[in-house]
C-alpha cells in the first residue's frame, strides 16, 4: 500500500468511490478494481496535490543547502497542512459539505485544538491513540517536541527565552517525521475516511 520513500513527496492514488489511498503503481489505471470498495473505470486522483508537492521539494532542496531553521519552520507548516487535508477529508466523509467544512476548519485554526478536540470529535479516539494503534507511537510526541522549538525560535518567551538556533538534528528530524507523515496520512485515510462507516 506504501508508495516508496525515494527522496520526494510519495505519490498515491486515490479511488474516487470510497478515497482509498494506495502508492501501488497498479492503482493508478482505472482498470484495477479498489481494494476496499471493488470500484474501477474512474480515472485515479494523486495524493499528494501539487502544492504540497512543490513545498516538499523545496523543504528538500533547504535541507540539502543545511538550512536547518528554514527546513523546521517548513516542515511544521507542511505537516499541519497534511493534518488538515486529513481533517477535511474526515469531515466529508462524516457529510459536511464545502461550506460546513470550510467554516469548521476556519474558526478551529490552533494545531492543538485541531488535535486535542476536532480530530477525537470525529475518529472517536485521540491522534495519538490512533497513531500507536496504526505504529506511530511515538510520532505524536516527536511532532510536539519539535512544533515547540520551532514555536520558541519564532517567539520570544518571557518565560524560558528565546531558542537562538534550529540545528541540524532538529532538521533531520523534522524531515524524518515529514516522510513518516505521508505514511500516517495514508492509513489514517484509509481507516477514518475511506471505510465507508462514517457518512451514515
Not at 40 to 69: K, N, V
Not at 106 to 134: M, V
Amino acid at each position: 500500500m506504501f508508495a516508496p520513500v525515494n527522496g520526494t513527496a510519495p505519490e498515491y492514488f486515490e479511488c474516487p468511490a470510497c478515497g482509498f489511498l494506495s502508492g501501488d503503481p497498479a492503482f493508478a489505471s482505472p482498470k484495477t478494481p479498489c481494494p476496499l470498495c471493488g470500484a474501477t473505470g474512474a480515472e485515479r486522483r494523486t495524493w499528494p496535490a501539487d502544492r504540497i508537492r512543490r513545498l516538499d521539494a523545496r523543504i528538500r532542496h533547504y535541507q540539502a543547502d543545511g538550512e536547518s531553521e528554514v527546513v523546521v519552520i517548513l516542515a511544521m507548516t507542511l505537516l499541519e497542512t497534511i493534518l488538515e487535508d486529513l481533517l477535511d477529508r474526515m469531515l466529508a466523509a462524516h457529510g459536511a459539505d464545502l461550506k460546513v467544512r470550510r467554516m469548521v476548519m476556519d474558526t478551529q485554526r490552533a494545531i492543538g485544538i485541531r488535535l486535542g478536540k476536532l480530530f477525537p470529535a470525529l475518529a472517536g479516539e485521540e491522534f495519538e491513540d490512533a497513531a500507536s494503534e496504526l505504529g506511530y507511537a511515538d510520532f505524536p510526541k516527536r511532532w510536539r517536541r519539535l512544533r515547540e522549538a520551532r514555536n520558541a525560535f519564532i517567539h520570544d518567551s518571557p518565560f524560558t527565552g528565546p531558542q537562538e538556533h534550529l540545528d541540524q538534528r532538529a532538521a533531520d528530524e523534522a524531515m524524518m517525521l515529514l516522510d513518516q507523515a505521508y505514511r500516517l496520512f495514508v492509513l489514517m485515510n484509509n481507516r477514518f475516511v475511506a471505510d465507508g462507516l462514517h457518512g451514515e
